[in-house]
């Protein structure tokens, strides 16, 4: 293995990576990463009727997800972050998708006149990320450290709970909380935390793979697995362009081009903690077109997630913990994910495997993984001394941002559409956050008194 000149990274940014280790690195980050993508089609299919279609729309899903990973890793002409920034459809639009696909279903519209038109208001709203990625000088005047910062907390502290209900053994599960789900998870998170200490730079590279083989080898030996067949029965999915059509609705898009705006600002703090985590810097002009070129990159997979029938895309917050806890920051890594996760989706067979994976041995994983997303976005908010008035933004940030996600309820009354857009922590104290940045006035440095007056007192 050649030796990393960034401290703590096993591989920094620019290395070249052997096969080997590149498909171990490569392997725990679809690891972590393959439910989530997965998952969104899974809620929209069933709540949408589309049960049908649902393999179909996992598995170009997945090929999306590769495509729009191997862009960011490779930056093809100023398109792409040049890191690993990993694709995958983003639960942020859910509320929007579901809701917009409700009201084609009430006007009588079919399952293939939902994903048209579902599909026809993405790729137009895929247009908003690579409008707003030529505005990143403006941009970054709106997003400083504390703004930024407090993004990147709030991303990670949603992920926890994500992980925690993983690690307790999933949604709607009917023993949820069980000894033996949380036995597993904490199985899990031991090896994983014992591996990654380790001063062999193999044993360190695998400590994520190593803790989740473990974890369902435990779930098996205690009949916690029970493997599946594939719901697919077919051995290779290939995609086609706009294979339900195309259609439009001004109604149905203004939420989605709302919703894109605000994954504009999770994408500025997913890259910014990337940048921080693969130790490249957070200010100046390279910063800056690499968040142009993630943020561009984001638009262009959320094109081809439209024009191949799958649902918007943005960069995954949780794969900046893989990079933090396996030490490996080498673009090229970006890469062999991203023919990873588009053979996955042109062989259903293998994901459904991965698919099976316990979620408690998931949780135990990725818990350390996104709180690693918190501590990253901590060390954001610090880069800058911290007064009174960006405690006072932070502060009412995440009372807001928290606040909504505890007790979401309390948007019951509000139209579904600012519903869907503010029940979110990030959307909320991101917005809230970016707001008081831009209206509370800065504090005045104190006026150093005469030297006659200082004598005098």
């Avoid at 990143?136 to 400083?144: C, D, E, M, N």
């Avoid at 142009?292 to 900046?320: E, H, K, M, R, Y």
Wanted: net charge positive.
């Amino acid at each position: 293995m050649s030796q990393s000149h960034e401290k703590g990274l096993l591989y920094g940014l620019e290395a070249r990576i052997a096969p080997v280790p590149a498909f171990i690195a490569a392997l725990q980050h679809v690891l972590a990463s393959v439910v989530g993508i997965i998952t969104p089609p899974l809620i929209i299919g069933s709540v949408l009727g589309l049960q049908a279609w649902i393999p179909y729309l996992i598995s170009m899903s997945l090929l999306v997800s590769g495509l729009g990973t191997f862009i960011q890793a490779r930056r093809f002409a100023g398109v792409g972050a040049g890191m690993i920034c990993l694709q995958g459809t983003s639960f942020a639009f859910l509320g929007v998708i579901l809701s917009g696909g409700l009201i084609v279903k009430s006007r009588g519209g079919s399952p293939e006149a939902i994903m048209a038109m579902i599909f026809g208001c993405n790729l137009v709203a895929a247009l908003v990320p690579i409008l707003i990625s030529r505005c990143v000088r403006q941009l970054r005047k709106i997003l400083t450290p504390v703004v930024t910062g407090t993004v990147i907390t709030l991303i990670g502290i949603s992920l926890i709970k994500v992980s925690f209900t993983d690690w307790a053994g999933g949604h709607n599960a009917s023993d949820f909380g069980a000894p033996r789900h949380l036995a597993l998870g904490a199985l899990t998170l031991l090896i994983i935390l014992a591996l990654n200490r380790s001063r062999n730079r193999w044993v360190r590279l695998v400590a994520v793979m190593t803790g989740i083989v473990a974890g369902c080898l435990a779930a098996a030996l205690t009949g916690n697995l029970h493997l599946k067949p594939a719901a697919s029965a077919d051995w290779i999915v290939l995609p086609g362009f706009f294979h339900f059509g195309f259609d439009f609705d001004w109604a149905i898009f203004v939420p989605i081009a709302l919703v894109s705006v605000i994954s504009v600002i999770e994408a500025v703090g997913d890259l910014t903690a990337n940048c921080l985590l693969s130790q490249q810097p957070i200010v100046g002009q390279k910063f800056q077109q690499r968040l142009q070129g993630g943020i561009l990159a984001d638009g262009v997979s959320c094109i081809l997630a439209a024009v191949f029938s799958a649902f918007p895309n943005t960069t995954f917050a949780q794969n900046n913990g893989v990079i933090q806890m396996t030490g490996v920051a080498s673009r090229y890594v970006g890469m062999v994910i991203g023919v990873m996760l588009a053979l996955l989706g042109l062989f259903p067979g293998v994901g459904a495997v991965l698919q099976q994976i316990p979620s408690p041995v998931l949780g135990g994983a990725t818990l350390v993984m996104f709180g690693s997303v918190v501590a990253a976005g901590i060390r954001v908010m610090t880069q800058t001394p911290l007064g009174r008035r960006e405690m006072l933004i932070i502060a009412v940030a995440f009372g807001l941002g928290l606040g909504v996600e505890a007790v979401p309820e309390a948007l019951k009354y509000f139209p579904s559409i600012l519903s869907n857009l503010f029940g979110h922590t990030v959307t909320t104290g991101g917005i809230a956050a970016i707001v008081l940045n831009s209206v509370l006035p800065g504090e005045e440095a104190p006026t150093a008194l005469p030297d006659g007056e200082r004598a005098g007192n």
